[in-house]
């Protein structure tokens, strides 16, 4: 039985390629009613909370593998570990990111925590550290589709940018065959890093029509995702990542996604075509 914890757009996605595979699999969800999908196709949908270990426990219960991809809470992650220690799993699969104790942005420092704290259970890991979503691209979506323009303060740097489908298909694999992936980590990418310039073009390509970049200041990043409903916390940090790419933080690329498919990685342009009626 393989555990997905949570059932968020890599975590759902993986729960589905899982079930396709016809692999046993569960995924912890605190609203059942949000994971209707996922259960209809085979997973066994518990309800627990990563602030409760009890429920983590049970929902651990002849656990042979765990995907553990949340919204990188330290101690709620750290419970999800103790858990899989505590039952004797035999691997947990980590979706990660450019995790740093010293790290500007906060999301960061705490996944160099709960890495940390993995490392230390002693349970066999892999480490899948992705560059940015491609998905994340979808917030701009309805400023795209009523103002055919986005805008960020990431300026002209590039990223190496992954569909997260890519990344649930990597954790899926790994939680599935883990022999050989123990201690390993792998930087997850899109084929090519691309610049926010790039993705205006991939846009107007496909939407037959004109998509404008701008460059924005931090403050004006910032501003704009708190006027879109952004917590101010997350804006802050979103602004101090797109912040960073300007500086080419995000400008890298690797053959990790084709290496453990066997396929390659989708391209930006793949991802449009597959989303263009959010965009449209």
Known sequence: MILVATAGKVGSEAVRLLTQQRMPVRVLVRDPAKAKALADAGAHVVVGDLEVPGSIDAAMAGVTAVVLVSPAVPAQE??????????????????????????????????????????????????????????????????????????????????????????????????????????KTYWLTGPQAISNDEVAAVLSRLLGRTITYRELSFEENKDAMIR?????????????????????????????????????????????????????
């Open 78 to 183: 750290l419970n999800v570990v103790a858990s899989a220690a505590r039952a004797g799993v035999g691997h947990i699969v980590k979706a990660s990111s450019k995790a740093s104790p010293d790290s500007p942005i906060a999301r960061r420092r705490g996944q160099s925590e709960i890495e940390a704290g993995l490392a230390a259970s002693g349970v066999p890991h892999t480490l899948l550290r992705s560059n940015a979503y491609m998905q994340n691209v979808l917030a701009l979506a309805p400023a795209i589709a009523k103002t055919s323009g986005f805008g960020s303060a990431a300026g002209k740097g590039r990223t190496g940018m992954v569909d997260t489908r890519d990344v649930a298909a990597v954790a899926a694999t790994i939680a599935a065959t883990p022999a050989g992936h123990a201690g």
């Open 228 to 280: 879109a409903g952004v917590p101010e916390q997350i804006a802050h940090m979103n602004a101090q990542a797109f912040s960073m790419i300007a500086e080419g933080d995000a400008d890298w690329a690797t053959q990790d996604v084709p290496t453990l498919l066997g396929r390659p990685a989708r391209s930006f342009e793949q991802f449009a075509a597959d989303y263009a009626a959010s965009f449209a």
